[in-house]
């Protein structure tokens, strides 16, 4: 009977999911590399879809006048957006490095009317 109907064999191919998200992944890094060539590395942005994972970083200037970047990780978890940021800011060739605490995103609606809901932690304790 076995050699009538042998087994299917197996597949070891990417699941459908997994092959949307690296596509996704794939089509935001190219949209990151654009922007940071059309903005003179002003803007770049780097996905990764399978770890849920985002960076996102805003900013230049001159180090003799006055510089300023913003460069921030997002981690997608749980229909939220939990972002660490970075400022770093230099006036006429002084720089000041500022991390702002962990903040967290979260879509919400008051009233029937579409809400952004940041949340910032001031007190954290990990057990």
Sequence with gaps: MDHLWPAVPADHALSLEDQI????TDLGNLLGNHLDLLSHDMIGIRVDGRANHARLRVGGGNVHY???????????????ARVATKLDLGIAGHEVELK????????DSY?????????????????
Excluded at 66 to 80: N, Q
Excluded at 111 to 124: A, C, K, M, R, S
């Design 100 to 107: 702002l605490p962990p903040m967290e995103m979260s879509e």
């Design 21 to 24: 998200t690296d596509h996704l």
């Design 111 to 127: 009233h029937g009317t579409q809400l952004v809901q940041v949340n910032v932690p001031l007190l954290e304790r990990k057990f």
């Design 66 to 80: 006055l510089t300023l970047r913003v460069d921030s990780d997002w981690l997608f978890a749980d229909g939220k």
